[in-house]
């Protein structure tokens, strides 16, 4: 076990954190749902029933979705663009996909290259974008999830200020729906940012976010070895 949580200590970090912060997040939710209901002179619902409405849903798939869109545009950008002297970008000439000698693929592929980095055809190609692919899905579902909750919640609200219920495709045409998702997209797309540029000329030493604190700004850490 020691072993184990040395050599995977940063995911099951982030593990711990997420649940805790989700707990928390949950137990905050519940208690602002209940003072809102209160002040409508409706019944307390139970923390259980409050976990499992659309109303925890749609806080929760809102920010996930935001994040994956977050992660799946960098990925992709950082294929084909460059940031010089950022430690978040390939070296300046070194932008596309590479060769398959470069991404040890195929023939080029080592002994102890992943089974389908040894193959041809559909399986290499699945495999070569299994990370954007895996992050663009989870941000579809997420905003679909996200979606789906949040006209249930819409319609709740709409019921007890006596207004009709809304569809799904007015739901998301709607200028609240676009407020709540830009408003985690536009925080999201800035902090990406902030850390490219950031990283170019502030040194966090010994992060593998950050280039060795004596590189120039406009090296990139391998460009100095």
Same mark, same amino acid.
């Not at 991404?103 to 992943?114: E, K, Y």
């Not at 974008?129 to 997420?142: D, E, P």
């Not at 006209?151 to 219920?165: C, I, R, S, Y």
């Not at 120039?216 to 850490?221: A, D, F, V």
């Given at each position: 076990?020691?072993?184990?949580?040395?050599?995977?200590?940063?995911?099951?970090?982030?593990?711990?954190?997420?649940?805790?912060?989700?707990?928390?997040?949950?137990?905050?939710?519940?208690?602002?749902?209940?003072?809102?209901? !209160?002040?409508?002179? =409706?019944?307390? +619902?139970?923390? %259980?029933?409050?976990?499992?409405? /659309?109303?925890?849903? $749609?806080? #929760? &798939?809102?920010?996930?979705?935001?994040?994956?869109?977050?992660?799946?545009?960098?990925?992709?950008?950082?294929?084909?663009?460059?940031?010089?002297?950022?430690?978040?970008?390939?070296?300046?000439?070194?932008?596309?996909?590479?060769?398959?000698?470069?991404?040890?693929?195929?023939?080029?592929?080592?002994?102890?290259?992943?089974?389908?980095?040894?193959?041809?055809?559909?399986?290499?190609?699945?495999?070569?974008?299994? !990370?954007?692919?895996? =992050?663009?899905? +989870?941000?579809? %579902?997420?905003?679909?999830?996200? /979606?789906?909750?949040? $006209?249930? #919640? &819409?319609?709740?609200?709409?019921?007890?200020?006596?207004?009709?219920?809304?569809?799904?495709?007015?739901?998301?045409?709607?200028?609240?729906?676009?407020?709540?998702?830009?408003?985690?997209?536009?925080?999201?797309?800035?902090?990406?940012?902030?850390?490219?540029?950031?990283?170019?000329?502030?040194?966090?030493?010994?992060?593998?976010?950050?280039?060795?604190?004596?590189?120039?700004?406009?090296?990139?850490?391998?460009?100095?070895?």
């Amino acid at each position: 076990m020691r072993g184990f949580l040395k050599d995977n200590g940063l995911s099951v970090a982030f593990l711990l954190l997420f649940l805790v912060t989700l707990f928390g997040q949950s137990l905050a939710g519940h208690a602002d749902e209940n003072e809102e209901l !209160l002040r409508h002179g =409706m019944p307390e +619902v139970g923390y %259980l029933q409050f976990i499992g409405s /659309s109303r925890f849903l $749609v806080d #929760v &798939a809102e920010n996930w979705q935001s994040e994956f869109l977050q992660f799946f545009l960098f990925i992709f950008a950082t294929i084909w663009l460059i940031q010089r002297g950022s430690p978040e970008s390939k070296k300046p000439g070194h932008a596309g996909v590479g060769t398959d000698r470069e991404q040890l693929v195929g023939p080029h592929a080592r002994p102890d290259s992943p089974a389908w980095a040894k193959v041809r055809g559909f399986r290499l190609w699945l495999f070569s974008n299994s !990370l954007l692919l895996v =992050m663009g899905t +989870v941000f579809v %579902l997420s905003w679909l999830a996200q /979606s789906l909750a949040g $006209v249930v #919640v &819409a319609n709740d609200e709409n019921a007890m200020h006596g207004m009709p219920p809304e569809t799904w495709a007015d739901y998301v045409a709607s200028p609240e729906f676009w407020n709540r998702t830009l408003q985690n997209w536009q925080s999201e797309l800035l902090a990406v940012g902030a850390m490219v540029v950031l990283s170019i000329y502030l040194r966090q030493r010994g992060s593998s976010e950050s280039k060795p604190v004596g590189v120039p700004h406009l090296e990139s850490g391998t460009e100095s070895e």
